[in-house]
Nanobody, 113 residues
Framework: QVRLVESGGGLVQAGGSLRLSCAVSVNIYAIMGWYRQAPGQQRELTATITRGGVTNYADSVKGRFIISIDNAKNTVYLQMNSLKPEDTAVYFC?????????WGQGTQVTVSS
């Protein structure tokens, strides 16, 4: 079983930055992703990264968010810059390999205007 533990969420003013971390309990041979879910909304993809560093971003965060991976530490990061109130959500880390998909417990990000 793969365990994921997110950290780094919090309250920040619009225009500010936060860095989320996702610690993975196994070596990362998977597609890692950050997803977010705002109140009353469906969970949506924010960014993904492969072990080799190939990235993909939602249009809403391109140019502001950066996903990265440290394979030595089994950790994935999400650097969030120029935050907007609409970025407010619970952010979840996801590990996906074949039919296996594991989720963390989520970390709250709140952006005040």
């Amino acid at each position: 079983q793969v365990r994921l533990v997110e950290s780094g969420g919090g309250l920040v003013q619009a225009g500010g930055s936060l860095r989320l971390s996702c610690a993975v309990s196994v070596n990362i041979y998977a597609i890692m992703g950050w997803y977010r879910q705002a109140p009353g909304q469906q969970r949506e993809l924010t960014a993904t990264i492969t072990r080799g560093g190939v990235t993909n971003y939602a249009d809403s965060v391109k140019g502001r968010f950066i996903i990265s991976i440290d394979n030595a530490k089994n950790t994935v990061y999400l650097q969030m810059n120029s935050l907007k109130p609409e970025d407010t959500a619970v952010y979840f880390c996801n590990y996906r390999s074949g039919f296996l998909s594991s989720w963390g417990q989520g970390t709250q990000v709140t952006v005040s205007s």
